[in-house]
């Protein structure tokens, strides 16, 4: 060819023809001394991109002029000509004849079907007015081969970034991130809530993309664990599927109520008494509580009451005769200090309390009344405003004159008629019982009261000398009257003029009939 070339240019006629054959047709071969040195990789999976990755080097005996740029062209079979030749890259390079110089490039191959594939370089250079090329009819070729892809494979896990939830938080927050486990590598998937074992809570949450998401408010006191079942499928429609078990983690959570066991206490109880015992209403069962009175609406009586651990005390000693009715604020606190407050109305209970002192209305009665007569009413006092009596006389100490006395409803009554100037003191022991049977005694001096046992000389009959004697008199009573001339120091002195005479109330009147002259003196005795 290159003798072809001298020959054609002896003639100027035919040197521009033949030039401009030359540069619109150059002849691309391989150019001597520049080989493609290395493939990488040498396999590669149909389906795939396969990065070619090509070496030039110069090896030393590369031909005058210096080959200025160099090219890396591929085919699929190898091929004698360039037609079904094609070019991966190109590019003006000067990489002159030292063997150290090189360049790499990298082509992208897609092939359509297995086998064998070649690839070379070819390299050339040119002048200033034309292109030379030379020829080697040896070109070096490195080839690749095609393996079909292998096919599609399952996933073979699901995995969650986090399975705990928060409770009371809104629908819609985040539990967890899914990913797959996939022996494809480069695979995308498609998550899903899917029936079957493990199922059952699936209502309660909803998946966004590879997140699962709430689709309720959870409660960690009513349900704690949950199971839902999810699918990741591939892109290719290949799936698994797996159980997770979410967990609901506690928040602790304000109290709302507080309970007090018993809202009563006793009157004339000691401080000290339980009132009741205080308990708390709160989501969180396992919480503990710190009680207090606290200040506020409804917290006037707390200074009456104390609280020791759970239980409301008594501060005082209460009296349901003066105040029946109290009331007190109280405080729950958790060991997170959330708390709530709570008025109670404490109610003081009466009980039925012992009769304190028994009353006399009066003491004394008059000698020589009647027997029944009323000496005085008795009353009791006692804490219990409300209470009834029974009055009794009875045995003890001071009871020694209960023989002459008797009691009727509230009265005491005599038995007998006194007589002051016999006896003028008598001594009861009396008794008042409430309706519960508790009582007190008393023991009573009773006085007697001396009467104006005179006579009245109220009238002589001049015409036949009798006298006329008046003097006061008690009903049931006799009398007896003496006379004298004299007047004798003692009652055995004197005369008896008539006994036995009944009384007449209020004045008895008596006419001295004897005929023994004229009488000086008269003494009427209450003879009873």
């Not at 290395?38 to 999976?45: K, R, W």
Request: glycine share 8%; hydrophobic share 35%; aromatic share 10%.
């Amino acid at each position: 060819f290159a003798e072809s070339k001298e020959k054609h240019m002896k003639s100027n006629a035919c040197r521009l023809i033949i030039c401009l054959i030359i540069a619109l047709s150059p002849c691309y071969v391989i150019a001597q001394g520049y080989h493609l040195m290395s493939l990488t990789p040498s396999t590669v999976q149909i389906g795939s991109d396969a990065y070619v990755y090509a070496e030039a080097r110069n090896d030393g005996s590369a031909l005058w002029p210096y080959p200025q740029s160099w090219a890396l062209k591929c085919v699929n079979n190898w091929s004698p000509g360039w037609t079904n030749w094609y070019w991966q890259d190109n590019g003006w390079a000067n990489l002159g004849e030292t063997t150290t110089l090189y360049r790499t490039i990298s082509a992208s191959l897609l092939p359509v079907q297995t086998g064998t594939y070649s690839i070379t370089t070819t390299a050339y250079y040119k002048r200033m007015d034309s292109i030379y090329a030379f020829m080697n009819n040896t070109p070096i070729v490195r080839t690749i081969t095609m393996t079909p892809a292998p096919p599609n494979q399952y996933p073979t896990n699901i995995l969650i970034s986090s399975t705990n939830i928060g409770e009371n938080l809104p629908t819609s927050t985040k539990v967890g991130h899914f990913t797959t486990q996939d022996p494809d590598s480069g695979n995308t998937f498609t998550y899903t809530l899917v029936a079957g074992t493990g199922s059952g809570d699936n209502g309660s949450f909803t998946i966004s993309g590879s997140n699962l998401l709430t689709a309720a408010i959870f409660n960690y006191e009513v349900k704690s664990n949950y199971s839902i079942r999810v699918q990741s499928a591939d892109q290719g429609g290949l799936s698994t599927q797996k159980v997770f078990a979410i967990n609901v983690l506690n928040t602790n959570e304000t109290p709302t109520n507080i309970l007090l066991s018993s809202t009563n206490v006793i009157e004339n109880l000691a401080v000290g008494t339980t009132v009741g015992s205080l308990s708390t209403q709160d989501p969180d069962i396992t919480n503990t509580f710190t009680y207090t009175l606290v200040a506020g609406t409804g917290s006037g009586d707390n200074g009456s009451f104390t609280i020791s651990g759970s239980n409301l005390l008594t501060a005082a000693i209460f009296n349901y005769e003066v105040k029946s009715n109290y009331s007190i604020r109280v405080q729950s606190a958790d060991q997170g200090g959330l708390s709530t407050q709570k008025v109670f109305a404490i109610n003081v209970l009466n009980t039925n309390e012992t009769p304190t002192n028994i009353l006399l209305s009066s003491t004394n009665v008059i000698e020589n009344l009647a027997v029944g007569t009323t000496v005085g009413s008795l009353s009791t006092q006692d804490p219990d405003f409300a209470n009834t009596f029974t009055y009794t006389l009875v045995a003890g100490t001071g009871s020694g004159d209960n023989g002459s006395f008797s009691i009727s409803g509230s009265n005491l009554l005599a038995t007998a008629s006194f007589d002051y100037e016999q006896k003028n003191t008598y001594s009861i022991r009396a008794q008042s019982a409430d309706q519960s049977g508790l009582f007190t005694q008393k023991v009573f001096v009773i006085n007697i009261t001396d009467a104006d046992d005179r006579a009245y000389l109220t009238s002589i009959e001049s015409a036949s000398g009798h006298p006329v004697i008046q003097w006061e008199s008690a009903a049931n009573h006799t009398y007896e009257i003496k006379h004298s001339t004299n007047l004798p120091a003692g009652w055995d002195g004197w005369t008896t003029l008539a006994n036995g005479i009944q009384a007449t109330p209020p004045v008895n009147v008596y006419t001295d009939m004897v005929p023994s002259g004229i009488k000086k003196y008269y003494h009427i005795r209450d003879a009873w």
